[in-house]
């Protein structure tokens, strides 16, 4: 069983190791034209954080894109093989698989092998069809269309805050904006979540992608209240 805590064998060199999990914060919304998704990049393994820049935002192809939580062996095995299904099919048919479509195919590997994976995506991308859309697929292999979501550890921080700042006919800059100070949101109050902030933008010309660094102008910052005093009265703090 996944749960089962291996014991190490000195003798013969064997030292189980805890799971690397992308722990994670992943948002995506669609706009009038698109989709905007963005990610943390904090990579742990339990307590450690065994990377603090990883790229959660895979591209499947030039208008699309997953972004992935979970097991991150899991989740680049599932992106690595529906990517090659979807390439085979796009030769073999001499044209483009619809974002539904892939969807789909992401779905498959994920129901059907539910039990032995640990993996979440948000498959986002623009097709002449349906223009932009996003697909959440979590744990278990279930797909529904969102218009704005969120998904991993940190995305019970802010599905409020998306719920609120959603609306029709969204321009790029709003998305953008929103999605951001949502990633900043998540990565500010849950301990999975943190480093850098990744967005990528998919339309009709392809896919974009901007990094935004906590060194650099553009991160997005969350300013807290200042606290209540916490000792008694008697003694003197500063705050």
């Known amino acids: 069983m996944r749960d089962e805590k291996r014991k190490a064998i000195p003798a013969i060199g064997f030292y189980p190791q805890e799971e690397i999990s992308t722990g994670t914060t992943l948002i995506a ?31 499947i192809t030039e208008n699309m894109v997953v972004c992935r939580s979970g ?28 974002i539904y479509r892939s969807s789909q195919i992401f779905r498959q590997f994920l129901y059907n092998y539910r039990e032995q994976l ?26 529904s269309r969102q218009r704005s979501t969120a998904s991993g550890s940190g995305s019970t921080f802010v599905q409020g805050f998306l719920d609120s700042q959603w609306r029709p006919d969204l321009t790029l800059d709003e998305c953008k904006a929103i999605v951001k100070q949502a990633v ?19 339309d009709k010309t392809g896919s974009k992608f901007e990094l935004f660094r906590p060194d650099k102008p ?15 009265p008697h003694i003197e703090q500063v705050l």
């Open 29 to 59: 919304m669609e706009y009038n034209g698109g989709v905007v998704v963005g990610t943390d990049s904090r990579t742990s393994a339990g307590s450690f954080i065994t990377s603090r820049a990883t790229n959660k935002i895979t591209p």
């Open 218 to 232: 553009g991160f997005p910052f969350v300013q807290t209240p200042t606290p209540h005093l916490s000792f008694p």
């Open 118 to 143: 640990s993996a979440s995506v948000l498959v986002a991308g623009w097709d002449a069809e349906l223009g932009g859309q996003v697909y959440a697929i979590p744990i278990g292999g279930f797909v």
């Open 71 to 98: 097991s991150a062996a899991d989740t680049q095995a599932i992106a690595d093989i529906a990517k090659y299904h979807i390439d085979v099919y796009t030769m073999t048919e001499n044209k483009p698989v619809t």
């Open 184 to 202: 900043g949101l998540a990565t500010f109050r849950d301990g999975s979540s943190g480093g850098v902030v990744r967005l990528a933008v998919i």
